[in-house]
């Protein structure tokens, strides 16, 4: 079987990037003597896939992460085990048990839901960025120059944010991450902030939730 | 630290390299919380996190002083340079990766002294973390800074700026020391009293109580206590027995790589076999072994608590622990399944390896190293290296049957009596050692023959029979590499070599006197820092240095010294005697080698401390 697990990665932890992530979730996976599965070779490493790496600074909520087990577990188990061996700032939150040919949560992910709060200090700016929302979601396009490992080029931000409004004093966005569109929670503020006319504000990113192609959170197999 | 800096330190992480390292909150670090009677050490590693985290003795240390209900200990390493200028732009202060407390707030700070070039860090630090820099301008509230490690053994480069040094084995001294400075801080002892109590504990040296004077040519002619409660020497402390010695069963673990990020189990401490350039095989013995069965004990508590997926074993010579075989075999048999790879460093080439191999091998076959030190026989007999070349082409034979394909061989250049036909054997060595990959059958041997040399420039160290010797000049070591790196021209070979300049310091500072703490000084307003990474190291800013302090790199690199010179760390007693350090080196000089004391006693000092060695 495999399973499919929720969990938390904190603000404490928003300085550690995916490869840090990866490497503490394997061994705390180790530490909790579930029933995991190696990769071959000379350096054998646990088998396990992320829906979706998490850029450095955000904290997640719901984070998603897939690990194939040699036996049965139930979620409660699971769940506990984990829970036990995660390291502070790593919360597991659901865990959901899967046929070994259910698709991988990486292939349904389709959209994911950020909030952005704005630093202390910084609450003045914000309104403008707040005020500025109807103007910016109005444009048709909004050209950026995207910086790719293979250098930069001009892209389209407006087709990936699917949704965004204000929510509380706060900014909530749905916006694409699959293969054809990926729209960048930094991007958006700044781009927004360029509407606005403001220097890109100081924010606490969150993100909430990861969604399937129907906008349901992935977890809800 | 108040609500204003952790916002400015906030937005400072999100801009500089790798925040992780500077956060804290691995799995696995205490959190201790600051309560009244709690006396409060901050262990500072004076270079990178990545290095930091790698280090054993701060492993140990940090968990043996948080065991203690009336101590605790944080950690804080040298930031690196946008850090650096990012905290001093911000006006936060250096401070403590648990509880995020500035440095000048604890009741010690302490700094492991590893390697010479990272003493700058040492005053960037204290100046980051606001301590006074210099010891005689620090206040009553200034923490009582304190240091230990193998550099340690000679102290004056930095008697200037450490209040006291701790000599020996770290889980003896420690805990006395913390605890006297505690108590002497909630009584309110003047700083003075608190240095001159801890300078009645033995293996304390508190250089403010004691006074150097200097012949015209510079050498050192006296060193004198100046309070009664300075001895002389000051005798290093030795833990007798490791299995009792406290050591941790869980670590922190760091989320962003250490450079060695794995469990690390020490099998034993001090090594017999005498090589004369070494300085650890001095200041370590005596030899103290842990047993296998602890340190089963130890692995599995270790794996537990940390998840790590590899384990290796540290000392200065792995081949010679005399439960070896028992050790490799118990450690794959628990945990190979579970994918936990083992690594054997450091061994030499004369043990009975082919057991051990072929377990490791079971794991993960990963390079082998080798040591041989030097090119030619004579060459290793004048080092006592007691390895013959027959040894080593036996034994990497071995390892190429066993599967093994990539080798790396150590060597020093600028040895004592070295001569080009020295040098030229390294190379002949390494074309032999392919020959014995050649010689393996087809069938037998891995893919992919990768020979590794590296050639390190020779330093002459404190308590080694080359204590008295000079090291080549910059000139001559350039000369030599060159001469290498024609030599070794030879298909899978690669030719690896140090930039002298950085070893010409190290010489400078390993032998130093009290002046030196001049030039160290200078170096560090001239902004000299993390002169142990190549990319920072500013050799010109070090040669300033040095006419700043008036002094001459060369009197202390590059002189042959007096028998009878009185040294600047003879004001210490490691163990090991000036006398039988004298005889070593006149066999060196006559090519004669000296075997392992565990054959016979060569009367090196040792049986003086009691019990630490049957004689």
């Known amino acids: ?221 | 630290m108040d609500e204003m800096v952790s916002r400015r330190l906030e937005a400072l992480l999100a801009r500089v390299q790798r925040p992780a390292r500077y956060v804290g909150g691995e799995l696995n670090a205490r959190v201790k919380a600051w309560r009244d009677g709690v006396t409060t050490f901050a262990f500072c590693f004076p270079d990178t996190y990545e290095v930091a985290m790698s280090h054993l003795g701060m492993k140990i240390i940090y968990d043996l002083v948080n065991r203690q209900e009336d101590l605790l200990c944080e950690r804080a390493m040298m930031p690196w340079t946008d850090m650096m200028d990012g905290l001093k732009e911000e006006g936060i202060p250096l401070y403590s990766l648990e509880n995020k407390v500035p440095l000048s707030r604890f009741d010690a700070v302490g700094f492991t002294l590893q390697y010479e070039m990272s003493y700058t860090n040492i005053l960037h630090m204290l100046e980051l973390g606001g301590i006074p820099v210099k010891n005689a301008d620090r206040g009553e509230d200034d923490p009582i800074v304190i240091a230990g490690g193998p550099c340690a053994c000679n102290p004056e480069p930095l008697y200037a700026f450490i209040d006291a040094f701790l000599m020996g084995d770290g889980e003896e001294v420690t805990l006395e020391a913390l605890r006297l400075v505690g108590q002497g801080r909630r009584e309110g002892l003047k700083r003075a009293e608190i240095l001159s109590r801890l300078a009645r504990i033995p293996g304390v040296y508190v250089p403010a109580l004691y006074e150097a004077a200097y012949h015209e040519d510079g050498t050192l002619a006296a060193f004198m206590p100046t309070d009664p409660a300075a001895s002389l020497p000051v005798e290093k402390r030795v833990a007798l027995n490791l299995d009792e010695a406290s050591y941790p069963e869980d670590i922190p673990v760091p989320f962003t790589e250490a450079v060695h990020d794995r469990i690390v189990l020490e099998v034993m401490r001090g090594c017999t076999r005498g090589c004369r350039f070494c300085q650890a095989g001095m200041l370590y013995r005596p030899v103290r072994e842990r047993s296998a069965e602890k340190l089963f004990e130890l692995a599995q508590k270790l794996v537990d608590a940390t998840g790590y997926e590899e384990m290796s074993l540290s000392s200065l010579s792995t081949g010679d622990y005399s439960q070896l075989n028992e050790l490799v075999q118990g450690l794959n048999a628990r945990f190979a399944n579970k994918g936990i790879s083992l690594s054997l460093p450091s061994l030499r080439i004369d043990g009975h390896l082919e057991e051990a191999l072929s377990d490791t091998a079971r794991v993960k076959k990963s390079g082998l190293t080798f040591a041989p030190e030097a090119g030619t026989q004579r060459l290793r007999d004048v080092i006592n290296k007691g390895v013959t070349e027959e040894d080593l082409l036996r034994t990497v034979g071995e390892a190429f049957a066993q599967g093994f394909s990539q080798v790396k061989l150590y060597f020093m250049i600028g040895l004592p009596t070295e001569t080009d036909e020295d040098l030229l054997g390294i190379a002949d060595l390494a074309r032999k050692v392919a020959g014995a990959y050649y010689a393996t059958p087809k069938g037998r041997r891995a893919r992919g023959l990768r020979i590794t040399v590296s050639c390190a420039t020779f330093v002459p160290k404190p308590f080694t029979p080359f204590q008295w010797a000079a090291q080549d000049t910059l000139e001559e070591i350039k000369r030599k590499q060159s001469l290498l790196r024609g030599a070794l021209n030879i298909k899978n070979v690669t030719f690896n070599w140090h930039d002298p300049e950085v070893s010409y310091l190290e010489a400078c500072f390993a032998r130093g006197d009290r002046k030196m703490a001049d030039v160290l000084y200078q170096a560090y307003l001239r902004g000299c820092r993390l002169d142990g990474w190549s990319e920072q190291f500013d050799l010109d800013s070090w040669f300033l240095a040095f006419r700043d302090a008036g002094l001459d790199p060369q009197f202390y690199a590059n002189r042959e010294r007096g028998r009878d010179e009185l040294f600047p760390w003879d004001l210490l007693d490691i163990g090991v005697t000036k006398a039988y350090l004298w005889r070593e080196n006149e066999l060196a000089h006559a090519a004669k080698t000296t075997p392992d004391c565990r054959e016979y006693c060569l009367g090196c000092g040792l049986t003086r401390f009691e019990g630490a060695c049957a004689g």
């Open chain 1, 1 to 221: 079987m495999k399973m499919l697990f929720v969990f938390r990665k904190d603000k404490d932890l928003r300085f550690i990037g995916h490869l840090d992530l990866q490497r503490a979730m394997q061994r705390a996976l180790r530490r909790s003597g579930l029933p995991v599965s190696f990769s071959q070779g000379f350096n054998p490493h646990i088998i396990l896939s992320f829906a979706a790496p998490l850029a450095v600074g955000i904290t997640g909520e719901k984070e998603i992460a897939e690990i194939p087990l040699q036996l049965p577990v139930s979620p409660n188990d699971f769940l506990e085990r984990l829970g036990k061996a995660l390291p502070p700032g790593l919360i597991a939150l659901e865990a959901v048990g899967q046929k070994d040919d259910a698709p991988a949560a990486m292939a349904r992910l389709f959209a994911a839901q950020y909030t952005f709060a704005p630093r202390k200090g910084e609450e003045g700016d914000w309104q403008k960025l707040l005020d500025a929302l109807p103007a910016f979601l109005a444009r048709e396009t909004i050209p950026y120059i995207r910086r790719t490992k293979s250098g930069e080029r001009p892209d389209d931000l407006r087709p990936g944010i699917l949704n965004l409004l204000e929510k509380n004093g706060e900014l909530w966005a749905t916006l694409a991450l699959n293969q054809h569109m990926t729209a960048k929670p930094d991007q958006l503020l700044t781009s927004l902030a360029e509407t606005a006319g403001i220097p890109v504000p100081l924010a606490d990113t969150r993100r909430t939730a990861l969604l399937d192609d129907r906008f349901n959170p992935l977890e809800q197999v």
